[in-house]
């Protein structure tokens, strides 16, 4: 008898146990705690980004976050110009502009977050050979300034890139005649 009691027991406290736990959700997501991970995942570094790229491409753990990951990455202008890859870096820079302006903190983070951006166009240059390298930082500072003064790289016109295309193809030729 006892031994059935204890069994009795032991089956109620843990129906009532998962009910509780069930019934009970995490805490939720404060305003400060989303404004630290947005912050940590908007700074210049490289390791940011990589923080970032890594939530960007397994969101589950960050769904409570309530994050906005829409992207238009880089607007009218070219996503890759010339073949360089901005796409990423526009992306993380759309996951800044928009997420600051949803809490409200954009004009208080928009200098960091266009620099940010820079600093990732910059990274993808040094991944390229030397030889088209230079092409590939003045279209990183072209798109910079055009996020830096007009909030967005659809700013960057043809003549920008048609410049950086001929700073590459006279690179390259030369480079060619070594």
Not at 147 to 158: L, M, R, T
Not at 159 to 173: F, G, V
Request: hydrophobic content about 40%; glycine content about 4%.
């Amino acid at each position: 008898m006892p031994r059935r009691l204890a069994t009795l027991l032991a089956s109620g406290a843990l129906a009532l146990l998962a009910t509780l736990t069930i019934a009970s959700p995490a805490a939720a997501v404060t305003p400060a705690q989303r404004l630290s991970v947005l912050s940590s995942w908007t700074q210049t570094s490289a390791s940011s980004y990589n923080s970032w790229n890594s939530a960007r491409v397994n969101r589950a753990p960050w769904a409570e976050y309530n994050f906005n990951w829409s992207t238009d990455y880089c607007s009218s202008s070219p996503d890759n110009p010339l073949g360089f890859t901005f796409n990423l870096g526009c992306y993380r820079h759309d996951f800044g502009y928009r997420n600051y302006k949803a809490v409200g903190q954009f004009p208080a983070n928009k200098s960091r977050v266009d620099s940010a951006f820079y600093a990732d166009l910059k990274r993808v240059c040094t991944t390229y050979n030397s030889v088209v390298r230079p092409a590939c930082y003045s279209l990183a500072w072209t798109y910079y300034q055009a996020v830096n003064i007009f909030g967005s790289v659809a700013a960057v016109q043809q003549a920008d890139i048609d410049r950086a295309a001929q700073m590459k193809a006279q690179a390259e030729a030369k480079a060619a005649t070594r």
